[in-house]
């Protein structure tokens, strides 16, 4: 192995060890993390760290990609387990992968979806991963546009131009403007639901949690039109 690859090798295993020194953290501090912390934790000086990120918003923002990926995965390969034709299957697949990984990781799913880190302005790098879950829900709709049921065409106006517009940049024409309203209802519900039970809101409400959630994600589905 030359100097050069050892170095690289080397550098990665930081790297990976720092995030996950980080996420553990994560898990105490919250959206508070530090550099110092992290390198306490470490056994070694802060200074150390900037050779592999150059400032605490950089680790944050390659932790949010990480959580990103990993869930967007998560969620991705479920779907992949449904055939292809089942619709609901795969809907619900997508759905319940979400809630699993928020519920096993929830100082990460904090990170992505809760209270926003003081100081920090996530970058345009963030963007393409937090998008993965909703593409998933849009291409199901796409997979199955000849059989799905009606749904109302009240859109307002401006509503109707935004969606429009995200249509033409996902290169997604034949997808109605309706439809993807229906999408993003159910892909907030996901998220707010997720954020309640991770976040206590539903703690002295609901003890059938799974069931609770399963029921509304299957009205999503029928938002959405998708034939049971």
Request: aromatic share 8%; proline share 5%.
């Amino acid at each position: 192995m030359s100097a050069g690859s050892l170095r690289a090798r080397v550098r990665s295993e930081m790297s990976l060890e720092i995030k996950e020194v980080a996420r553990r953290r994560l898990a105490v501090d919250g959206g508070n993390l530090s550099l110092r912390a992290v390198a306490r934790d470490m056994g070694i000086v802060a200074s150390a760290l900037y050779r592999y990120f150059p400032s605490r918003d950089a680790l944050i923002t390659a932790l949010i990609i990480d959580g990103y990926e990993a869930l967007g995965t998560a969620a991705a390969d479920a779907q992949a387990a449904v055939p292809r034709d089942d619709l609901r299957g795969r809907w619900l697949a997508v759905c319940n992968a979400v809630r699993t990984w928020a519920l096993a990781h929830p100082a990460e799913y904090g990170l992505l979806y809760g209270n926003p880190v003081p100081g920090y302005a996530a970058p345009n790098d963030t963007v393409a991963p937090a998008t993965r879950v909703v593409l998933l829900l849009v291409d199901i709709l796409v997979d199955g546009a000849e059989r799905l049921e009606p749904v109302p065409t009240a859109v307002p106006e401006r509503v109707r131009t935004d969606l429009r517009r995200l249509i033409d940049q996902q290169q997604q024409r034949d997808l109605p403007e309706e439809r993807l309203d229906r999408v993003f209802i159910g892909w907030t519900h996901l998220f707010g639901l997720i954020s309640f039970e991770c976040f206590g809101r539903l703690d002295i409400m609901f003890e059938a949690r799974a069931e609770y959630f399963d029921h509304h994600m299957a009205l999503m589905a029928d938002l959405a039109g998708i034939p049971r």
